[in-house]
């Protein structure tokens, strides 16, 4: 699977729910075996790759990200701009 795919698995993801847990994103990808997709950081938190990230931002404009709980969702009229919130 390439950054590109990963990416657009993720944005289905998104759409069926609205939302979509960075987590679960992540462990998803990391059974694939490719630190390009996913990966430990120094903390041992799994993290979605940045090229993957990189894919997904392109192609969710509207999408935010809640760094508490670390999601993403549709953006909201009160929404701060930026891309987190």
Do not use: I
């Amino acid at each position: 699977m390439t950054p590109d795919e990963a990416a657009e698995w993720m944005l289905a993801e998104f759409e069926a729910k609205r939302f979509l847990y960075q987590e679960e994103a992540a462990t998803h990808l990391l059974h694939l075996h490719d630190e390009q997709l996913a990966y430990y950081d120094g903390n041992g938190n799994v993290c979605v790759g940045r090229k993957v990230l990189t894919a997904f931002n392109k192609l969710t404009p509207d999408a935010v990200y809640e760094r508490t709980e670390k999601f993403w969702r549709d953006r909201l009229p009160s929404d701060q701009s930026g891309r987190q919130q």
